[in-house]
């Protein structure tokens, strides 16, 4: 007998795919999709069937409204689901509250070959919950981890390149190398020359210098001295080994320190990461991307060659509305982060100053920069995560 899941398509993804995806479910055989004007427009549906994989020859869909109670039975009832044999799973967790109800209302009246199970999902909890029929209610420990390219996908946001995309291209020693001499100062002078040579070639070329000769920087060489870097040429450097000098390393160095003090497995944190959005314009790219008990956080990871106040500030405020523009451009719920190398967006007193911070607290962009830094791993995580939703 065919087994049947039928679920609501909302505007958050990670439900359907938890259970979809979960163990309890995996002899589920077909899928019927309840979903509105709305999310069809918003294109729900058709990113949820790729990031599961489907065919359309595995699923349904039926369109329905998402406020009238009366016209949700009405609809469901053409589908005359009683002559359909097998049983039936039906996940209630997403859709407007109206939706929930009416589906809820339906099955659990419906006169099918046997009695539907319907189930609810609790994400903070990490279980879900067979809430009828109600003699058999119980819950279950969610088994499905959400990997960052499923996540990612859900939202019709995809890797745009290969597998290897969002790997760190150096090892944590290199990173670590590179982040104790720029504490202690070692190099800042080395890659401002590197920063300002790089620029001037970009200017006059109208594009990044594909190679640079060390004789044009020469305070380089005690750079590459100091964090014990090998060079593929010896005598000059590539495009990618200037984009690491400048900031690629700090990202790197942060997706190290993530990935270790929280116990990330490999397929939930990504640095250096370009996406792009399914049938839109939208790219990104980001520094580091990751999901902690279910959320997304994204990190804008800046190494803060920035001179003044100002250039700090000018640094920050567009890091800030790039980070913001996240949750509109793709979509997606975050935990926006804004990591820099700078102090110069406190004040004497070593507070961080008021429009800096009002800023922060209005897009809801944590930041943490050199002074936090300062701190264990574990505390200035800690601070990056926040408390627990």
């Known amino acids: 007998m065919p087994n049947t899941f039928v679920t609501i398509i909302g505007d958050q993804p990670a439900p359907n795919i938890f259970l979809i995806r979960d163990q309890f479910f995996a002899q589920i055989d077909t899928f019927l999709f309840l979903t509105t004007e709305l999310m069809q427009q918003r294109r729900k549906l058709e990113h949820l069937v790729k990031a599961l994989g489907l065919m359309e020859s595995q699923y349904e869909v039926v369109k329905v409204p998402a406020d009238d109670l009366i016209a949700i039975r009405d609809q469901l009832g053409l589908l005359r689901l009683e002559d359909r044999p097998g049983r039936f799973f039906v996940n209630i967790t997403s859709g407007s ?8 209302d339906f099955f659990a009246r419906a006169a099918l070959e046997r009695p539907a199970e319907i189930f609810y999902l609790s994400i903070r909890d ?3 919950l067979r809430i009828h029929p109600e003699q058999d209610y119980q819950a279950f420990p969610l088994q499905h981890r959400l990997s960052l390219r499923e996540y990612l996908n859900s939202h019709g946001v995809f890797y745009r390149f290969g597998p290897s995309a969002g790997r760190p291209k150096y090892d944590f020693a290199q990173a670590s ?5 720029y504490r202690e100062g070692l190099i800042i002078s080395a890659l401002n020359q590197l920063l300002t040579r790089s620029r001037e070639i970009t200017r006059a ?15 380089c060489r005690q750079l590459l001295y100091a964090i014990g870097f090998k060079l593929k040429d010896p005598i000059h450097l590539d495009r990618q080994e200037i984009k690491y000098l400048l900031g690629e390393w700090f990202e790197e160095w942060a997706f ?4 270790t003090q929280l116990g990330l497995a490999d397929d939930v944190i990504a640095c250096s990461l370009h996406v ?16 902690h008990q279910d959320q997304l956080f994204v990190v804008e990871c800046k190494s803060g060659l920035a001179r003044s106040f100002h250039d700090a500030k000018r640094t920050f405020d567009a890091a800030a509305l790039r980070l913001a523009a996240l949750r509109s451009t793709f979509g997606l719920k975050v935990t926006a982060v804004y990591l820099t190398l700078t102090d110069k967006l406190r ?3 070593q507070r961080m100053k008021p429009s800096v911070r009002d800023k922060a607290q209005y897009l809801e962009v944590n930041i943490l920069d050199a002074i936090d830094l300062l701190e ?14």
């Open 256 to 259: 190290y320190r993530l990935k």
């Open 126 to 128: 990490r279980h879900f």
């Open 97 to 104: 509250k109206i939706m929930s109800i009416g589906v809820y």
């Open 347 to 349: 004040n004497r007193s």
């Open 205 to 219: 070329t109208a594009a990044a210098a594909p190679k640079l000769p060390l004789l044009e920087v020469p305070l």
């Open 177 to 181: 190398r590179m982040y104790d001499c």
């Open 376 to 389: 264990p791993p574990k505390v200035w995580i800690s601070r990056l995560i926040g408390p627990k939703p």
């Open 276 to 291: 792009e959005q399914q049938g839109e314009s939208g790219r990104a790219e980001f520094d580091v991307l990751f999901l």
